[in-house]
């Protein structure tokens, strides 16, 4: 059973910048479709983006397109989100997840999530 786990948030200014990890362990990392996830309080679940178990499709959803880059280092059994220009709308717990399949739509994940990671945006 693969089990994930989240690094990378914490406290940022409005315009900065963060990198999340997500790394995988007890299954083949590089079989599997990933995603990340965000939940604000109060607020449904969000897909941020995903990607493909190769690396080269990749899905971003509309409220993080051109700041946030989404990779993937199947050697490190790692999956990394590069989140750039930061808003305080961005300030949520972030997820990463393996998807069930990747479609260009993006991601529906599966029941493999982390623990989370806080990121928190301040104006």
């Known amino acids: 059973q693969v089990q994930l786990e989240e690094s990378g948030g914490g406290l940022v200014q409005t315009g900065g910048s963060l990198r999340l990890s997500c790394t995988a362990s007890g299954a083949r990392f590089d079989r599997m479709s990933m995603g990340w996830f965000r939940q604000a309080p109060g607020k449904d679940r969000e897909g941020v983006a995903c990607i493909s178990w190769s690396g080269y499709d990749r899905y971003y959803g509309e409220s993080v397109k051109g700041r946030f880059t989404i990779s993937r280092d199947n050697a490190k059994s790692t999956l990394y989100l590069q989140m750039n220009s930061l808003k305080p709308d961005d300030t949520a717990m972030y997820y990463c997840?393996?998807?069930?399949?990747?479609?260009?739509?993006?991601?529906?994940?599966?029941?493999?999530w982390g623990q989370g990671t806080l990121v928190t945006v301040s104006s």
């Open positions: 997840a393996r998807a069930r399949y990747y479609t260009d739509n993006g991601c529906p994940a599966s029941d493999t």
